[in-house]
């Protein structure tokens, strides 16, 4: 019965919560190689508090989806089919309809341009030139700055990547920084900077959008 | 805005908010950068939230060195690329092992050996055992909260009331273990 033994319950919660001092984590350590009873207690609060994790993360998931659900019945853009109720001739209504649309869909339209404009490469296309790892192990070796300015460059958020990129180049001499600032002219469209930096011979081997 | 702070003291209403704030962004990002469909899109960033959620909880995150928007994408771009991954391998989407218990498997400190298992063993034993005791472990064993705190949120008198209203609920639990769980699985 591993949970119903308190001295060792109120030791290993001290233990699991960091709150042990060195000489009670070596006695509880060393009571976990040589006492089979007290390692399948300790075994099963680990257990217990993935459990109470998985529970948790789970009920937060419902929320989410319910959060889903409500926005997808407000923002629905699925085509409303009439009921088959009376129809009311409002001609009127019909043109002031079509006006507001035609307003819209040149204002999206137009959107659409400028942001292909802005960023001259497809998003797909874009993901060629991610060149730096970002497994969880690796993000932790990165810097502050470079974890941002990189996330930054990964989102395509360029205006606020590009000085953080320029900072990280000039300081610390970061070349995967500075060809990430290479991309973020050509993305934006100043060719004769994106040229300077990734016409460079250290980027030899580096993909180039040119 | 303080997320990480939000997130702990309301964290539904903050969840709420940026569930809303950045889903548009992010499904469209997904979709056109990361070559995934809307449906899966959606579930990444699901997963995307409860991980930050989970993160702070943790204790994993407690200072964003960049804004939130940024470090959900880097959770939704790595998740992205697992499920392509796992496309790649060819298996079926219906074969894939839930989301959330994936991820805690992959994070867990746990030894791996019949880790899905007793952690599913857990669940469904808090699951039985139900309220309050759910709660109170939930507090102390996930949210690593102190005991003073606890028994002032779920109304005990005193620390030590929260402190012995846990063992005993530890010991219901292991009632369930016995009775419920090794059972049902000695039968099946």
Redesign the interface.
């Known amino acids: 019965?591993?949970?119903?033994k308190?001295a060792s319950?109120d030791i290993l919660?001290r233990y699991?919560?960091g709150l042990c001092t060195d000489q009670e984590i070596q006695s509880v350590e060393s009571r976990l190689s040589s006492d089979q009873e007290f390692k399948a207690t300790y075994?099963?609060?680990?257990?217990?508090?993935?459990?109470?994790?998985?529970?948790?993360?789970?009920a937060?998931?419902h929320?989410?989806?319910d959060?889903?659900s409500a926005?997808g019945h407000s923002t629905s853009d699925e085509t409303i089919q009439p009921s088959g109720g009376k129809v009311v001739k409002m001609r009127w209504l019909r043109s002031a309809v079509a006006a507001c649309a035609a307003i819209v869909l040149s204002v999206f339209a137009w959107q659409l341009i400028g942001d292909n404009e802005e960023s001259r490469m497809?998003?797909?296309e874009?993901?060629n030139y991610i060149v730096h790892d970002?497994?969880?192990s690796n993000?932790k070796q990165l810097s502050?700055?470079q974890?941002?300015a990189y996330?930054?460059y990964?989102?395509?958020?360029f205006d606020d990547a590009i000085p953080k990129l320029k900072q990280l180049w000039e300081d610390e001499h970061d070349t995967i920084a500075y060809y990430y600032l290479g991309i973020c002219y050509w993305c934006q469209g100043e060719e004769t900077e994106a040229h300077e930096i990734l016409d460079q011979e250290q980027f030899e081997e580096f993909k180039k959008p040119f | 805005m303080d997320w990480i702070n939000y997130i702990k003291t309301n964290e539904n209403k903050a969840l709420n908010e940026i569930y809303t704030e950045f889903r548009a962004p992010c499904l469209n990002w997904l979709k056109s950068s990361m070559n995934v469909d809307r449906e899966d899109a959606v579930e990444i960033f699901q997963l995307s939230v409860v991980i930050l959620y989970d993160n702070i909880q943790k204790g994993k995150l407690t200072q964003l060195t960049g804004d939130v928007k940024s470090y959900l994408f880097s959770i939704a771009r790595n998740k992205s690329r697992e499920l392509h991954r796992r496309y790649q391998k060819e298996i079926r989407k219906d074969e894939f092992l839930n989301p959330l218990v994936s991820y805690i498997k992959e994070e867990s400190v746990i030894q791996k050996e019949n880790l899905e298992e007793r952690i599913d063993n857990s669940y469904k034993a808090l699951q039985i055992l139900g309220d309050p005791c759910k709660t109170l472990l939930q507090l102390f064993y996930y949210k690593q909260m102190k005991m003073d705190d606890i028994s002032q949120l779920m109304g005990y008198k005193n620390a030590a009331t929260a402190k012995n209203q846990k063992y005993k609920c530890l010991k219901r639990l292991q009632s369930i273990y016995t009775d419920h769980i090794i059972k049902n699985d000695a039968i099946g």
């Open positions: 019965m591993p949970l119903d308190k319950i919660d699991l919560q075994e099963q609060l680990l257990s217990l508090s993935e459990g109470a994790r998985l529970d948790n993360l789970n937060k998931m929320l989410l989806k959060y889903e926005l497809s998003m797909a874009f993901q970002i497994e969880r993000e502050d700055l974890q941002v996330n930054n990964v989102i395509q958020d």
